[in-house]
């Protein structure tokens, strides 16, 4: 049905897959909460969840896409065209998609702005006040912060045009292995530094007494967002795998990789935070605040600044992991716009790509000269991220797995879980089990609380 325009091999549609699931979610989000909410203990229940729950998800999701070979907002149709109200479960999908994607590229725009000035050296020499002064007048500045957001849609969005096998699939082929690479170097780098074992302790050791109820939802939330479901972009993506994959194998590559990367990424940082005797709970502002000043420390008196070239190295990683997940959204939204009408590609990547330009500056001006001006007391850019952590992606997740679970067809289910009778599918019954009961009583957990502290706050 739709396998002349998807990935042409397993590889391919892994790399494009884990390139959505790895991103500014893993490297910049995924440290820093599991630091707070008391490591090794975050760190057990966040790998319960990703692979009880979010790994459902995702197959979940391939089975949707790949039976259906369309998008979300016509797969649900597809699936079930007598409940024709799911329809608009995808619709929701599209529109977390658009707002996802828009403050993903005002953090994006940030990181590729940090790759050029390491690279240019403004960020050399500079200490911690410095670094933090710097940080807040680059956000909130008007102009510099909506350049780099271009520039960063536009390489998007090229690769977008360049189609589904010659742009998302090339490119994510290429650039996953090169984010393994830097990604691998920065670990032996912060592993080896005198006064790193007490970042590890920080990170692996078991400490339940500070993982609190909220660091259990936090845990939930993020293994969703960081393994890109809920939103129906794993929907599109499933739609491109090809036929004949298994798709509990290619579920669990993905996950797996996604889970290595993201802890990875804290072994990254937090040895080279403790060895520099810096605080290692720098919450949101770690990586633009701190882990500039630990690079500086690596700066040689004289002879070539290895600091700023690790500084390079971090950043363009953040800004490859930015870019794939990026791709996956806007990719979701274009595939849906031009479902019909697929010569239209381009115009509607051109289209779409305007939109949450513009949306992405409101944004980012909401930081800096719309401070405030917008929703009342309310800065735009903290009221939309709480939308988009707390209400969008459990709610569509929620919907998703009710309606596989609930609505769809059993035997479409196990034919398109097994090849059609082709491979074994033992784990099945457990697969119905999770998505009918545990993942929609843990996802309306989530979804309560967060509204709950949402009024509180
Ligand atoms: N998974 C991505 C990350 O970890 C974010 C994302 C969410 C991408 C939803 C696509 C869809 O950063």
């Keep these: 049905m739709s396998d002349h325009k998807g990935f042409t091999s397993s590889f391919g549609a892994i790399a494009a897959a884990v390139g959505s699931a790895v991103g500014l979610g893993n ?5 820093y909460i599991c630091g707070q909410y008391g490591g090794g203990a975050f760190l057990l229940v966040y790998l ?17 896409g790949r039976h259906t070979g369309k998008t979300p907002v016509k797969a649900y149709e597809a699936m079930s065209p ?3 109200g799911w329809r608009y479960a995808g619709l929701l999908g599209m529109v977390a998609c658009f707002l996802i994607l828009s403050l993903y590229l005002v953090i994006s725009g940030w ?3 940090y790759v050029f000035d390491s690279a240019r050296g403004a960020l050399t020499g500079l200490d911690g006040d410095a670094l933090e002064r710097y940080f807040n007048v680059f956000s909130r500045s008007a102009v510099r912060p909506v350049l780099f957001i271009a520039v960063f849609l536009l390489l998007v969005a090229l690769v977008i045009m360049g189609g589904v096998q010659k742009g998302i699939e090339r490119v994510s082929k290429i650039l996953m292995p090169v984010l393994v690479v830097l990604l691998l170097i920065l670990c032996v780098r912060s592993a080896t530094l005198p006064g790193a074992a007490k970042g590890f302790e920080y990170l692996f050791s078991v400490d339940f007494s500070k993982l609190t109820s909220e660091g259990v939802l936090a845990a939930l939330g993020q293994s969703l967002f ?3 479901v809920g939103m129906g972009t794993m929907i599109v993506y499933g739609s491109y795998i090809p036929k004949d994959d298994n ?7 993905i996950t797996v990789c996604d889970t290595l990367i993201a802890v990875l990424a804290g072994v990254a940082i937090f040895p080279a935070v403790f060895a520099n005797g810096l605080s290692p709970d720098g919450g949101p502002g770690l990586v633009f605040k701190v882990l500039p000043v630990v690079f500086n420390s690596m700066n040689p008196a004289e002879g070539v600044p290895v600091g700023t070239v690790f500084a390079v190295v971090f950043f363009v990683l953040l800004v490859i992991a930015a870019l794939t997940s990026a791709i996956s959204l806007l990719e979701t939204l274009v595939a849906w716009r031009s479902e019909e009408k697929p010569h239209h590609r381009v115009r509607y990547t051109v289209i779409l790509s305007l939109g949450v330009f513009v949306l992405a500056t409101v944004l980012s001006l909401s930081n800096g000269v719309l401070d405030g001006k917008i929703v009342g007391k309310f800065n735009l850019f903290d009221l939309a991220d709480h939308i988009n952590s707390v209400y969008l992606p459990p709610i569509g997740a929620l919907l998703t ?3 596989l679970g609930w609505v769809a067809n059993k035997n479409d289910i196990k034919d398109e879980l097994s090849n059609h009778g082709s491979i074994a599918i033992p784990w099945y019954g457990i697969f119905i089990f999770i998505i009918r009961y545990v993942a929609p009583v843990a ?4 979804l309560v609380t967060g509204i709950i502290s949402g009024i509180e706050n």
């Design 82 to 84: 007598k409940h024709r």
């Design 27 to 31: 490297i910049w989000r995924f440290p």
């Design 247 to 253: 798709l509990l194998r290619t579920s669990v590559w």
């Design 111 to 113: 990181t590729a702005n």
């Design 443 to 446: 996802l309306l957990m989530v």
């Design 48 to 64: 319960c969840f990703v692979f009880g729950i979010g790994m459902m998800l995702m197959i979940t999701e391939f089975v949707i």
């Design 226 to 228: 960081s393994l890109s």
């Design 401 to 403: 797995v009710v309606f």
